[in-house]
């Protein structure tokens, strides 16, 4: 007798389903040690594995581990932003470009964290508070309008990337590997304001770059220490 085919069905993704992955994210992103990168840290690829975090004093290591905390945040912050986006994006194609760029996010997310730890230092305690705001800032700017949503894209990498130039200047000369991560970060959040200006995105005013310039500033300040 002959075999008949097997039916492959393809199951559809519930409303449930995607509440269940979301919350998943949330838990991933907020939770210290949940995160992997796909790819490896820029530090660990540096000719001579980079100076040790011993050689740098107690001060230093502090200072650094300040630093490394804020961009943490920002990356928490990220997450946040583009799941946000992503739920209420008007198109697939923007959809998967939000999506693409949080996964790169994911990366420098385990990238800073690795570096906290070998600082001896940690992650803020306040990430799971910037989460949800971030959450639900990035649904707003999607259900908005996608033009809206990529520029609210570009202007907050420009901000992250001065961010990043600010402190790679703050560097001491000895830190390769801290400053390994920092400059492909830069490159990447680079891309990523680009890209959103190239799906559609549209310029924000002086006004709105400012006032998201006040934000920023109070986030770093918050986190630096908490």
């Not at 990043?164 to 200047?169: A, G, K, P």
Request: aromatic share 4%.
């Amino acid at each position: 007798m002959p075999s008949t085919p097997e039916k492959h069905t393809q199951r559809n993704i519930s409303g449930i389903d995607l509440w269940v992955m979301g919350l998943d994210r949330v838990i991933r992103t907020v939770s210290q040690g949940s995160t992997r990168g796909h790819r490896p840290s820029p530090a660990n690829s540096l000719p001579t594995a980079a100076i040790p975090s011993a050689s740098l004093d107690t001060k230093t290591k502090q200072h650094i581990g300040g630093l490394m905390r804020i961009n943490h945040t920002g990356e928490v912050c990220a997450q946040a932003l583009y799941q946000g986006q992503a739920l209420t994006a008007k198109t697939e194609t923007v959809k998967a470009a939000m999506q693409e760029s949080a996964k790169e996010e994911e990366d420098h997310l385990a990238w800073c964290e690795e570096r906290l730890t070998q600082l001896g230092s940690r992650p803020s305690y306040l990430n799971p508070l910037f989460y949800g705001l971030s959450l639900g800032i990035g649904a707003v700017a999607g259900a908005a309008g996608d033009k809206w949503s990529l520029g609210f894209v570009a202007a907050t990498e420009d901000q992250v990337c001065q961010h990043l130039r600010d402190h790679l200047e703050q560097l001491p000369d000895d830190d390769l590997s801290t400053r390994a991560i920092l400059e492909q970060m830069l490159v990447d959040e680079e891309h990523h304001g680009e890209k959103a200006i190239a799906h559609g995105g549209v310029a924000f005013n002086t006004p709105s770059k400012i006032l998201m310039t006040g934000l920023s500033k109070l986030m770093t300040k918050a986190t630096y220490r908490i």
